[in-house]
């Protein structure tokens, strides 16, 4: 049973995450074979305060262009 974990900034449209998921699913079953009712997708949305890089947050930064 292959599971997969995204991890994302919060803030996108619900329809995107669906999206995703659907997708992601897609490829795990092309790519190795797994029935599609195996596969599982976890996916965790991170405040961009609680995200850092180099000391600075996501939503330090500002928005992006």
Do not use: F
Not at 27 to 45: F, H, L, M, N, Y
Request: charge should be neutral; glycine fraction near 6%; avoid cysteine.
């Amino acid at each position: 049973m292959p599971l997969v974990e995204v991890t994302l900034i919060q803030g996108r449209p619900a329809e995107s995450i669906r999206a995703l998921i659907s997708n992601v699913t897609e490829a795990v079953v092309a790519s190795v074979g797994s029935p599609k009712e195996s596969v599982r997708v976890i996916v965790r949305e991170i405040p961009p305060t609680h995200w850092a890089a180099g000391d600075v947050t996501i939503a330090e930064r500002g928005p992006r262009s």
